[in-house]
């Protein structure tokens, strides 16, 4: 049976701007045949982050286009380190933290494949299964021997490493070790594509070099564009670090602020490298942001299809209440209808007071609260003011008695009392 693809791969990633480098013959290839890619994941941690979603789209489109993704998963490179793209040597890894770090990551990538349906259904390997039996001295006979230092040393992950003060020789040889992973996948499952980012090409070629050398077999390689924001600086970080697809690194509601917050020109740009909508649902979502960029609807659909993607419908919802709650027009029921990881997400960064939780449960008074107990208001008297002048919410509602006696009713998941003074200024109250 002639094989055609749902659309063409290589020109989804151009428009996209997904698109790199390839080797010549690539998209012929992918014309003419049902292909089986692979793109490698190390384990440095337990959870993927935001910037490994460019990876996981090649391998969601590539899979949408009817070929066959690989996922592999680097039980034996992750003992080793990859100097692509580092500065410095990282910590290895003992066996137990890389197992669980597989583990984590594994179970995310599942939700972004279908592993289950099709002919081109998605596969996990893990590169430990045929290195583990492996000794040194024969791989350096039967690897080593096809690849020359001299090829070794051009590589630019390796020429930035000697120039910045060196690096080790465990990570000279990671570039072997990977070439050796795309000869075993296209020997043993016929792979014939690599996939990754840009900083990884050197790394792809040299196993597309070993395929030739030592199988004289045809290999290709595909790379896409390490992903940057409109000031020149690297994309995937938040002030707290990289933002996590796990939500015990990156609560959910972060997690869609992050989104939700990116600047216009970003925007722009991101919805075509991480959307999963179509060509011309794109181009109609950019033209009607074009003059209406105030209503950041590019943000707002971006922010809720990644939080669906990653998290699911229902946390969707609640990072939704949230930002209602506290930068739009949410109600005290909004309040009260978020679970408490979402609440307490949603809390991060405001002006926060720590009370005895006793202190509640004996009853306390509404200014003492305020003015004695945390500092919202500097004296007692600005809190009776203020309140009087019907200035003060307590948990979205508006509270003008300064007699109010504060009790248990007022505390959100027996943990929170949320003050607001004026609109927009909010403190948390949090019993101890």
Known sequence: MTFKPNFDFLEELQWRGLLHD?????????NKEQVSAYIGFDPTADSLHIGNMVPIMLLTLFQKAGHKPVVLVGGATGR???????????????????????????????????????????VVVNNYDWFKEWSFLDFIREVGKHITVSYMLSKDSVKNRLESGGLSFTEFTY??????????????????L?????????????????????????????????VTKSDGTKFGKSE???????????????????????????????????????????EQLISAHEGQEYARNLQKALAEEMTIRVHGEPALIQAQKATQVFFGNGTEEDLRALNEDTLAASLEGMDRFVIAKETVNAGLALIDLLATETTVFPSKGEARKMVQANGFSMNKIKVNDPAYQV??????????????????????????
């Open 22 to 30: 390839s080797i010549p013959g690539t998209g012929d290839l992918l």
């Open 80 to 122: 080793v380190g990859d100097p692509s793209g580092k500065s410095a040597e990282r910590q290895l890894l003992d066996t137990e933290a890389i197992q669980h770090n597989l583990d984590g990551q594994k179970a995310q990538l599942m939700r972004f494949l279908d592993f289950e349906n099709g002919e081109n259904k998605a």
């Open 175 to 192: 570039q072997l070790v990977q070439g050796y992973d795309f000869l075993h996948l296209y020997r043993e499952m016929g792979v014939k």
């Open 194 to 226: 690599q996939m990754g980012g840009s900083d990884q090409w050197g790394n792809i070629t040299t196993g597309t070099e070993l395929i030739r050398k030592t199988i004289q077999g045809d290999a290709f390689a595909l790379t896409a564009p390490l």
């Open 240 to 282: 707290g670090g990289n933002v996590w697809l796990d939500a015990a690194k990156t609560p959910v509601f972060a997690f869609y602020q992050f989104w939700l917050n990116i600047g216009d020109a970003d925007a722009l740009k991101f919805i075509k490298i991480y959307s999963l909508k179509t060509r011309s649902e794109i």
């Open 407 to 432: 009790s248990n009713l007022d505390v959100l998941h027996n943990r929170f009392i949320i003050a607001q003074k004026g609109k927009k200024n909010y403190f948390v109250i949090e019993l101890n």
